[in-house]
């Protein structure tokens, strides 16, 4: 069996400048942090990043942004970080907004094989200009298109050598959707497993998860 | 008699509580509305859900004692109550959009006589990003917008919102430290006062035509 097992400086080799990147976490809980720690001292640049946010300027992918690692950004919020409206405003950072549950489901039509969804959410607001509407029995929808990234890098509780993740508490969040939406997916484990776990415990499925990160040692 | 900032932003989350009911799942929005989790009636159990995936959120817990991987959307640490559970993003979203929510509590910035809401961008100033808020005010079966009756004595209740909305026609009801107004097919109604304002109060702070409700409660 493939030994997924490698080192953030072994990560990096797999993220290439003009990339687009994906960052699991809501804030600063339940996201990934070493490979964050390598790009920076890298040269790799010109990055898209898609994250729920750009949590905060000395914090996570939040970094990304302080160190203009980035040239364009999805995300649904950036309030928690002046840095990125800094640099949109200043026309060097491209920035997209969207909504949350849009994001969610974006991310997870490009990792399910689906052609975008249809959400009622943003139906009469900014968020509706250039995209197609549909009305389906009477009610209109926006459609939306997948995403799909060249590298998500996301985060688990506990990660068993096959790749099998497990969660605690709210660490979740867009990590399930972007374990299934990048050609090439690692994950950063909170404890890794030396043994397979439980099946009941599996939330993730290692059959999406490519390489892993042992956050101690 | 002029009350504190603080006191107002009290006197709103105080009403605001009194419209959930027992086992009710509510989402509040991030600010001002997590303050009404302060004032939920003792003998009944609301599930507050928190967008970034937990149902059963309990109240902020101090640093020291937390676990850092039990947050709120806000990113406080919070813990969870029995019978709560977490889940991801899809499934706080199918929540929320899905109709599961009974209520949202959000803040605003405007609403108008339609019931439309602009609470997520002021352009070339304030541009923190939607959020859930736009999935929110879409999906939750009853929207409340919570927020001070005027931003420096200009109207918040407008005629028509003139900042980018937050979505179209989804606005049921608004609590300020004034009144409660509820959005019905017919426009906007005023049904109820707060000890602390009046009618020709509320009318001077108001652009918005509203109707005045017969039976006018006091809170």
Redesign the interface.
Known sequence: MKNKVITPQEAIKHIQSGNSLMVGG?????TPQLVIQEILKSEIKDLTLIA??TCFVDSGRGLLVANKKLKKVI??????NAET?RQ?NEGTLEVE?V???????RI?AGGAGLGGVL?????????EEGKKKVTIDGKDYLLEKPIFADVALIYG?KVDPLGNIS???????????MAMAAKTVIVEAETYLEEPMNPDDVVISGIFIDYIIKKEG | MELSKEEVRHLIAKRVAQEFKDGDVVTLGIGMPTLASNYIPKDIHVFLQSENGILGASGILPLETADKSITDAGGNYVSICEGGCFFDSLTSFSMIRGGHINTTVLGGLQVDEEGNLANWLVPRKIVPGMGGAMDLVVGAQKVIVMMEHTAKGAPKILKKCTLPLTAQHEVDMIITEKCVMEVRKDGLWLTEISQYSSIEDIKAHTEADFKIADQLKTF
């Open positions: 809501f804030l600063k809980c339940g729920n946010d995300a649904s919020h950036i309030g928690t409206g949109m907004l909504p949350q549950g849009t994001l969610a489901e997870h959400t009622p959410t943003g139906i009469g607001t900014l968020v509780s969660f605690h508490g709210t660490t979740r969040n867009f990590n399930t959707m």
